[in-house]
């Protein structure tokens, strides 16, 4: 089975810290992606990575940052968190280049408070 | 317009009926479809993709396609009350690794 884990179910944070948000997966694949999920707007795509050291914005890349040093990890950096911030997050990753059939695995998802 | 429309619910239907959840998409380009279901607070997990026009059947899941009309619809057959739950549309084009999530379907299940 596909394993994609976040290192933190939950997480408090004051504003104006910065926040790091990690997300590993065993499966090898290529593709990892950051979203965040609020009640009536869905799943909004922050940022992905198609490669190591590769990323490409989202739809809502304000405010975020990311980092992909290895292939199984991916990480979400919010370099100051603000109360707008607070959400809940989630990582996913697939398999293989610019096929058409791959099918994203999530994680648990990291629940976000900020104060 | 958003690019993947689902009706937000909640749908609700009486133990053991058929639930249908409808999806329509913008993007003609659009080659895979995904449904995903999401228990509040949970994670989304992916239950059935479809390719090609037409049907396919996985236990009491059966996914329609009809690029022509563009729209994906999930059925599921038998419905129990384990099945209340967020169903989530997603549509993948042929050049992009992004899906492209609808905001979802909420189910209920009467027992």
């Known amino acids: 089975d596909v394993k994609v884990t976040q290192s933190s179910r939950y997480l408090v944070k004051r504003t104006g810290e910065k926040v790091f948000l990690e997300c590993v997966q065993d499966?090898?694949?290529?593709?990892m992606f950051w979203y965040r999920q609020d009640p009536g707007l869905g799943l909004r795509l922050i940022y992905f990575s198609y490669d190591v050291k590769m990323k490409e914005k989202g739809d809502i890349p304000e405010g975020y940052s990311v980092s992909r040093e290895k292939k199984e990890r991916f990480s979400l950096i919010l370099e100051s968190a603000s109360t707008n911030q607070t959400s809940m997050y989630l990582c996913a990753s697939s398999s293989g280049g610019r096929a058409a059939k791959n099918i994203q695995y999530f994680g648990a998802g990291t629940r976000l408070s900020v104060l | 317009q958003k690019e993947v429309e689902q009706n937000s619910g909640p749908l609700s239907v009486p133990e053991g009926a058929i639930a249908s959840l409808n999806c329509t998409y913008s993007d003609r380009g659009s080659q895979s479809f995904f449904w995903y279901r999401q228990y509040s607070g949970k994670s989304p997990e992916l239950i059935m993709f479809i390719y090609s026009n037409g049907d396919k059947e996985d236990g009491r899941f059966t996914a329609q396609l009809n690029k022509a009309s563009q729209y994906v619809s999930l059925l599921i057959r038998d419905s129990q009350p384990s099945d209340s739950a967020t169903y989530l549309c997603a549509v993948n084009r042929d050049s992009s690794y992004k899906l492209i999530f609808g905001s979802g379907t909420r189910l209920l299940v009467r027992p």
């Open positions: 499966m090898d694949h290529e593709n």
